[in-house]
Protein backbone atom coordinates (compact mmCIF):
# COMPACT_ATOMS: atom_id res chain seq x y z
CA UNK A 1 0.00 0.00 0.00
CA UNK A 2 1.32 3.70 -0.86
CA UNK A 3 1.49 6.20 1.12
CA UNK A 4 -1.09 8.18 -0.85
CA UNK A 5 -3.17 5.73 0.24
CA UNK A 6 -2.45 5.61 3.91
CA UNK A 7 -3.03 9.38 3.77
CA UNK A 8 -6.31 9.19 1.78
CA UNK A 9 -7.58 6.52 4.16
CA UNK A 10 -6.83 8.00 7.46
CA UNK A 11 -7.77 11.70 6.15
CA UNK A 12 -11.54 10.12 5.45
CA UNK A 13 -11.00 8.05 9.11
CA UNK A 14 -11.02 11.58 10.60
CA UNK A 15 -13.85 13.50 8.67
CA UNK A 16 -16.16 10.31 8.62
CA UNK A 17 -15.93 8.88 12.36
CA UNK A 18 -14.54 11.70 14.33
CA UNK A 19 -16.54 14.85 12.06
CA UNK A 20 -13.12 16.67 11.69
CA UNK A 21 -13.36 19.58 9.06
CA UNK A 22 -10.88 18.05 6.32
CA UNK A 23 -9.15 21.57 6.00
CA UNK A 24 -7.64 20.93 9.59
CA UNK A 25 -6.33 17.59 8.59
CA UNK A 26 -2.67 17.86 7.52
CA UNK A 27 0.70 15.94 9.08
CA UNK A 28 1.85 19.21 11.33
CA UNK A 29 -2.20 18.50 12.94
CA UNK A 30 -1.69 17.79 16.88
CA UNK A 31 -3.96 15.49 17.52
CA UNK A 32 -5.27 16.66 20.81
CA UNK A 33 -4.70 20.28 20.36
CA UNK A 34 -5.55 21.01 16.87
CA UNK A 35 -8.29 17.91 16.01
CA UNK A 36 -9.72 17.99 19.79
CA UNK A 37 -9.08 13.85 20.39
CA UNK A 38 -9.59 13.06 23.90
CA UNK A 39 -8.21 9.62 25.33
CA UNK A 40 -11.26 7.49 23.78
CA UNK A 41 -10.96 8.68 20.45
CA UNK A 42 -7.35 6.97 20.20
CA UNK A 43 -9.02 4.16 21.23
CA UNK A 44 -11.22 4.08 18.44
CA UNK A 45 -8.36 5.05 16.09
CA UNK A 46 -6.61 2.18 17.28
CA UNK A 47 -9.29 -0.51 16.41
CA UNK A 48 -10.12 1.02 13.01
CA UNK A 49 -6.19 0.75 12.12
CA UNK A 50 -6.29 -2.97 12.94
CA UNK A 51 -9.40 -3.07 10.82
CA UNK A 52 -8.71 -1.00 7.57
CA UNK A 53 -4.59 -1.89 7.68
CA UNK A 54 -4.46 -5.26 9.96
CA UNK A 55 -1.78 -3.42 12.39
CA UNK A 56 -2.22 -3.94 15.92
CA UNK A 57 -1.22 -0.60 17.70
CA UNK A 58 0.23 -1.03 21.59
CA UNK A 59 -0.36 1.36 24.01
CA UNK A 60 2.92 3.25 24.14
CA UNK A 61 2.63 3.43 20.56
CA UNK A 62 -0.95 5.15 20.15
CA UNK A 63 0.31 7.54 23.15
CA UNK A 64 3.80 8.52 21.18
CA UNK A 65 1.29 9.32 18.46
CA UNK A 66 0.90 13.43 18.74
CA UNK A 67 0.25 14.78 15.02
CA UNK A 68 -1.39 13.23 11.88
CA UNK A 69 2.04 12.76 10.09
CA UNK A 70 3.07 10.68 13.15
CA UNK A 71 0.46 8.47 12.39
CA UNK A 72 0.85 8.56 8.92
CA UNK A 73 4.20 7.54 9.24
CA UNK A 74 3.88 4.79 11.94
CA UNK A 75 1.10 3.06 9.44
CA UNK A 76 3.96 3.36 6.30
CA UNK A 77 6.51 2.00 8.25
CA UNK A 78 4.58 -1.34 9.93
CA UNK A 79 3.18 -1.59 6.54
CA UNK A 80 6.63 -1.71 4.61
CA UNK A 81 8.01 -3.66 7.26
CA UNK A 82 5.73 -6.33 6.97
Known sequence: MEK????????SLFTEEFEIDEKKIFPG????D??????????DIAVIVKKKFGITM???DVISMHTVGNLYDYIDDKIKKN
Do not use: C, Y
Request: no cysteine.
Open 58 to 60: KGK
Open 4 to 11: EEIIKTLN
Open 34 to 43: DLGLESLDFV
Open 29 to 32: ARLK
